[in-house]
Nanobody, 123 residues
Framework: QVQLVESGGGSVQAGGSLRLSCEYS????????MGWIRQAPGKEREGVAA????????FYADSVKGRFTILQDSAKEMLYLQMNSLKPEDTAVYYC????????????????WGQGTQVTVSS
């Protein structure tokens, strides 16, 4: 069974940075789409970033372009989200996900999800 475990969330002031990590294992395909999805209270899930493992193509939501970077280490089965210039509107639970037939930031494409890590940005 696919396992996805996020870490690295926390509280930070606006303008600060955080780096989220996702350890994944037991996925049957070597190359697959992995992404970060977030959900703020009372809002729908929003795809933040996605990447094909072992590849160079990445996808970003317009709201995070230029501030967030999705990084991967396929050998270690790790996915990261480097978040800079954080804003209060970035406050959400962030999920690591995989299993998408089409790689992109559309949340419904992803079949497997971690349990999430909370990110809180204060003004």
């Amino acid at each position: 069974q696919v396992q996805l475990v996020e870490s690295g969330g926390g509280s930070v002031q606006a303008g600060g940075s955080l780096r989220l990590s996702c350890e994944y294992s037991r996925y049957k395909y070597t190359r697959h789409c992995m992404g970060w999805i977030r959900q703020a209270p009372g809002k729908e899930r929003e795809g933040v970033a996605a990447v094909i493992t072992g590849g160079e193509t990445s996808f970003y939501a317009d709201s995070v372009k230029g501030r967030f970077t999705i990084l991967q280490d396929s050998a270690k089965e790790m996915l990261y989200l480097q978040m800079n210039s954080l804003k209060p509107e970035d406050t959400a639970v962030y999920y690591c996900a995989t299993g998408a037939d089409y790689c992109g930031t559309t949340p419904r494409y992803f079949a497997y999800w971690g349990q999430g890590t909370q990110v809180t940005v204060s003004s």
